[in-house]
């Protein structure tokens, strides 16, 4: 008979996971039934999805976000995984210049996290002998990240919807692994935006209506990235300040970022030339081959150059001279 298969324990993991290169590591356990906390999260994404916060957002309700369960049957651990993005550069105060926000300045970060994690989960494979199930994600499935990183004790759920961690602020990409393997949790992370409604008052559409609820039909990230539309809600234009890919708004004024980033050691998220200060007036004529050569490997190609060019045109009507 052979021998059992000796699985890696939580130790080992979190070693590979650091060893890879990731920056924040931490389990949360998948109980057979829904958790309390898991409840909570359900019954807070439902309602939010009932007042239509998600716009055309439909993957957003793919009932399997509601059930990791239903994601992988037998899943018994989330690998949860952090990888810090922020670089000291600032966005140009120049009103020719559009902004970008800081997540897509350097190379696609689902190439680079994607590698990652593919590198651990073929380690955990290897290690199970076959016995292990292993799925990875990094904002590509339908996984409720930011609230099971807080459960694997990575940092919380804040105010602005973002996740904060206390070494790098949100300034981090998340992934996981979802996985049939049993190990030790840690615990889950307390959430530390107190008292404080910095993101909610400076939010220039009035997105984040309440704390911890943003309304996707009002906010700037959303309208520049994923809406398709040929214009922009006339609602949203005004407040633009130059945002053409995203908005970093709420997560600037967040007293934790101020203090808590650091600069990536990863060399793949420098930015790349042209997204520290691009012409709002190449953007808003930006060809196909342009866009093509301009954004090769960045997580901005999910912008199309019609989209680009209409959120170029419509930061410029706010600076009509
Ligand atoms: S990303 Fe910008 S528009 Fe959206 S909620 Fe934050 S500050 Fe408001
Ligand atoms: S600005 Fe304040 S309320 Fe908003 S996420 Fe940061 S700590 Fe929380």
Redesign the pocket.
Known sequence: MAPPVSLPDRQAVIDQALGLGFDLVGIATVETDPSDAEATVVAHLQTWLNQGHQADMGWMDNPRRQDIRQVLPGVRSLICVALNYYTPHRHSADPRHGKI?RYAWGRDYHRVLHKRLKALADWLTAAGEGTIQVRYYADTGPVQDKAWAQQAGLGWVAK??NLITRQYGSWVFLGELVTTLALAPDPPHTAHCGTCTR?LA???????TQPYV?DAN?????HTIENRADTLPPA?VP?LQN?VA??????DVCPWNQRFAQATTVAEFQPYPGNLAPALADLATLSEADWDQRFRASALRRIKPAMWRRNAQAAQQNHPN
């Open positions: 926000s602005n919807g993101c400076a939010c220039p559409t009035g997105a984040i943003v009002r906010c700037i990230a959303y949203v407040h945002w995203g908005c970093d708004i709420c997560q």
